[in-house]
């Protein structure tokens, strides 16, 4: 059974930084695509970030560029990806998905395995 669980998420100032932990298990993740999601209140979920688990690609929204950097940490059979947030903006606060695929990229609807999520929320 695919298991996700996101961890790392909190209440962080402005201009301040979290580092959110995305912990897989279930199957062998070397041909998958890890992807960040975030979903605001009253908005639409949006893709942040994702990397390529074989070849450590990495992808990202315009509005994270610069300030958010995704990492594989898949040493020892740790499957675990990372997304270390800088520079944070109250517009980040959302609740923080991770997603599995093997054809996704940046669309949410070529992921097949979802995490719970975790809530950053970032005062002004």
């Known amino acids: 059974q695919v298991q996700l669980v996101e961890s790392g998420g909190g209440l962080v100032q402005a201009g301040g930084s979290l580092r959110l932990s995305c912990a897989a298990s279930?199957?062998?993740?070397?041909?998958?695509?890890m992807g960040w999601f975030r979903r605001a209140p009253g908005k639409e979920r949006e893709f942040v970030s994702a990397i390529k688990w074989s070849t450590g690609t990495t992808y990202y929204a315009d509005s994270v560029k610069g300030r958010f950097t995704i990492s594989r940490d898949n040493a020892n059979a740790n499957n675990t990806i990372f997304l270390q947030m800088n520079s944070l903006k109250p517009e980040d606060t959302a609740t923080y998905y991770c997603?599995?695929?093997?054809?996704?990229?940046?669309?949410?609807?070529?992921?097949?395995?979802w995490g719970q999520g975790t809530q950053v929320t970032v005062s002004s």
């Open positions: 279930g199957r062998t993740f070397s041909r998958y695509t």
């Open positions: 997603a599995a695929g093997i054809f996704g990229i940046m669309s949410s609807g070529s992921y097949d395995y």
